[in-house]
T-cell receptor, first 114, second 113 residues
Framework: AQSVTQLDSHVSVSEGTPVLLRCNYS??????LFWYVQHPNKGLQLLLK??????LVKGINGFEAEFKKSETSFHLTKPSAHMSDAAEYFC????????????FGTGTKLQVIP | SQTIHQWPATLVQPVGSPLSLECTVE??????LYWYRQAAGRGLQLLFY??????ISSEVPQNLSASRPQDRQFILSSKKLLLSDSGFYLC????????????FGQGTRLTVV
């Protein structure tokens, strides 16, 4: 069994300040973890993924996430928010059973204030 | 490179009318294909997935069906739409195997009136 919890449904930051989007997971197996971004009325775009290699994963657009097994967390961070980062972000947990077995978080809407 | 096409982008249909949403993938062979529905504040719900032509797995009992007539074509259908079918529908594909991510289409906003 697996589950994923995005701890904040909405996050608001000022442009140029750090971004932290929190994600906790549970999995009976060694998990794969993904972060996706979705702009309004668009599809999801993969930001980064963790698949049991390096625990600090760097993604596109300056985002990164750190896999912390002891805390069962995979938080998404960015040092400096840009207006174009305003979107909804989804944390996803899966395992080797194939993508049809992944579980999506309920999403975090990021607002960037100019 | 691989691309995924999903159409139409928006659709307004009356209750009781049929539905056909189409998704095609280019640049890859034998992909896994997926249909999701997205409701506000509830993340994505997997509706159907397919690991090959004619092979469809349904995750949620509902008023919808899916078909895969060709390797890279995935169709979501309904004979009679309900108001509750309104939502944002996303098609996606992934490489078969483990630890792979999915690639999403741009979505279809369906409004049933």
């Amino acid at each position: 069994a697996q589950s994923v919890t995005q701890l904040d449904s909405h996050v608001s930051v000022s442009e140029g300040t750090p971004v932290l989007l929190r994600c906790n997971y549970s999995s009976s197996y060694s998990p794969s973890l993904f972060w996706y971004v979705q702009h309004p009325n668009k599809g999801l775009q993969l930001l980064l993924k963790y698949t049991s290699a390096a625990t600090l994963v760097k993604g596109i657009n300056g985002f990164e996430a750190e896999f912390k097994k002891s805390e069962t967390s995979f938080h998404l961070t960015k040092p400096s928010a840009h207006m174009s980062d305003a979107a909804e972000y989804f944390c996803v947990v899966g395992y080797s059973g194939g993508y049809q077995k992944v579980t999506f978080g309920t999403g975090t809407k990021l607002q960037v204030i100019p | 490179s691989q691309t995924i096409h999903q159409w139409p982008a928006t659709l307004v249909q009356p209750v009781g009318s049929p539905l056909s949403l189409e998704c095609t993938v280019e640049g890859t062979s034998n992909p896994n294909l997926y249909w999701y529905r997205q409701a506000a504040g509830r993340g994505l719900q997997l509706l159907f997935y397919s690991v090959g032509i004619g092979q469809i797995s349904s995750e949620v009992p509902q008023n919808l069906s899916a078909s895969r007539p060709q390797d890279r074509q995935f169709i979501l259908s309904s004979k009679k739409l309900l108001l509750s079918d309104s939502g944002f529908y996303l098609c996606a594909w992934s490489v078969q195997g483990k630890n792979t991510e999915a690639f999403f289409g741009q979505g279809t906003r369906l409004t049933v009136v």
